[in-house]
């Protein structure tokens, strides 16, 4: 897959990560997120998740929460959230998980087209394409979901740094 390019030459002050449920992959990415850019120095950016089909008020599954306490990535305080149209408008630039995720948020908001990509489009040297849903599964698919959003948010820091 190609490697997508945004121009970050607007400031980006907020970032807003998209699953379905907003209790496995997006407070994993946002986890996996806030301690990727407190590396970088760039802390002062606001990462927040939500969910298209999101609960309200209920904390990650707790095979999301070990899985990445595993690499000392703490999302046991993160809380879902349902999305809206004040979190799409609030946020500078989205990342979700699947294109359905992509389909459903233009749907609320079409202005949102533009700063909304696929996790998957910042991966390097991978045919993956959408991030799949561990809900339910074993932690083996918790941990595959981890490092997929790992690999693809490394891709994604490469492209804001450049």
Request: charged residues 25%.
């Amino acid at each position: 897959m190609a490697e997508t390019t945004i121009n970050f030459k607007k400031q980006i002050n907020s970032i807003l990560v998209v699953c379905t449920g907003n209790i496995c992959r997006s407070p994993m990415g946002e986890g996996i997120l806030r301690e990727k850019l407190k590396n970088c120095n760039l802390s002062h950016i606001r990462i927040f998740s939500a969910g298209t089909h999101g609960w309200d008020h209920e904390p990650p599954t707790g095979l999301a929460v070990k899985v990445c306490a595993e690499e000392d990535i703490d999302i046991s305080g993160i809380l879902s959230s349902p999305i809206s149209k004040s979190m799409i408008i609030d946020a500078d630039l989205i990342l979700v998980m699947e294109k359905k995720h992509k389909k459903n948020l233009i749907k609320i908001d079409p202005s949102c087209s533009g700063k909304t990509f696929l996790i998957t489009s910042f991966q390097k040297d991978s045919s993956l394409t959408e991030i799949d849903d561990p809900y339910m599964l074993p932690v083996q698919y918790y941990r595959k979901a981890f490092c997929d959003i790992n690999r693809c948010l490394d891709g994604f820091i490469d492209s804001m740094l450049k």
